[in-house]
């Protein structure tokens, strides 16, 4: 688990695998903040080609790739608590003209299994639950513009 310096926090709450000991909080100054992975990225473009069919346009694709690395999910970094990197890859294609366009979408197209959040459950007696992460999602968007 990553040791970075960031900030000071005398008091903060025990970590869950410290619950029920003698000490009601710790001084976690200098370890890592909640929700903060090392590393993240993304990449995103959109490639498109004009087209005289339909009474003119283009035709549209986009692809967007978004990376992070590990993080504590916990105020007090747990060993329990600590959420693996990963990443998730969004598509859409479609046409679009001077007043309406439509186009297919997905998110998570390679439907990758992550967790957004670990959270302590309420009274800190060592259970925690966790919030998963979207599962591929898609649908078909059509817009009209009233002009």
Known sequence: MPTDAHE???????????T???ASSKDISGQVLPGISKWGASFGGEVT???RALGGGEIFGGLDIY??????????PS???WIDGYSTVNARVGFRASKWSAYLWARNLLDENYLEQLLVAG?????????LGDPRTYGVTVRYTLE
């Open 79 to 81: 060993k329990y608590l």
């Open 49 to 51: 080609a004009q087209l």
């Open 123 to 131: 009274g800190n007696a060592g259970q925690y639950a966790a919030v």
């Open 20 to 22: 029920g000991g003698a």
């Open 67 to 76: 990376h992070r690395s590990e993080f504590s999910s916990s105020p007090t």
């Open 8 to 18: 000071s926090f005398p008091d903060a709450p025990v970590p869950l695998e410290e």
